[in-house]
């Protein structure tokens, strides 16, 4: 899975200024917190540059993406395709899905560029701050949501994947597909005992709270609520 090399950019910017503040950091002193490589095509190199000019990947006309019905979606109300298809990824990898999720990109070089799913933005931030989930969105709450949560809000060097066992009637989403509009989030509980991978990202809530998401990547980064 490839993002684009403009979201690790931003993202070791992100590193740089909370480990070293004003001083100026070494490059030895980084770590990772996406893994990327760098565009190939011709279309990925205009992609890129498209986004270091607008410096957000939601714009004006930015159309959005509904992974929850993008081919390979493994159980109902996922939202979206599993992110360890063939093999469990780092935490930097794992990262990086969320972000072209989040930020679309193409999903393979060379391959159809795909835009940012809305409604797994709007999702994770219920999940994180309560709001609704299926409220409706402006293009500019949008862009600004997601500018944020990627920048600021998203704790990534923190972040960690783990093997989770959430038991039956544990709160979480679901994301129903609807055509010609947004999927539909619902609110469930898990039917059974569930032991799945899980990405846990630590988000700094509006509130001011820090509180780890509990996203399972088996059902593509679906919010499972702590019990």
Do not use: K
């Not at 066992?165 to 055509?179: D, I, L, N, Q």
């Amino acid at each position: 899975m490839i993002t684009l090399l403009a979201y690790l950019i931003l993202l070791i910017s992100l590193v740089a200024a909370r480990l070293f503040g004003g001083h100026d950091p070494t490059v030895q002193a980084l770590r990772p917190v996406a893994e990327t490589r760098a565009a190939t095509t011709a279309a990925d190199v205009r992609s890129l540059n498209r986004l270091v000019a607008e410096s957000t990947c939601v714009g004006p006309h930015t159309v959005p993406y509904s992974y929850a019905s993008a081919p390979g979606v493994a159980e109902p109300l996922a939202f979206g395709p599993p992110v360890e298809p063939s093999g469990q990824l780092s935490p930097a990898a794992v990262n990086g899905v969320l972000i072209q999720r989040l930020c679309g990109g193409p999903e393979t070089a060379g391959g159809p560029v795909r835009a940012p799913d809305r409604r797994l933005f709007a999702a994770i931030d219920a999940a994180v701050n309560g709001t609704d989930p299926n409220r409706t969105l402006t293009q500019a709450q949008w862009a600004n949501g997601v500018n944020q949560f990627i920048t600021r809000d998203g704790r990534f060097v923190d972040a960690r994947v783990e093997t989770r066992t959430h038991r039956a009637g544990t709160s979480t989403f679901g994301m129903r597909p609807r055509a010609g509009a947004d999927p539909l989030v619902i609110r469930t509980r898990l039917a059974h005992d569930d032991t799945n991978r899980y990405l846990l990202l630590p988000v700094r809530a509006h509130d001011g709270r820090v509180v780890t998401l509990s996203l399972r990547l088996r059902c593509g980064f679906q919010p499972v609520f702590q019990p």
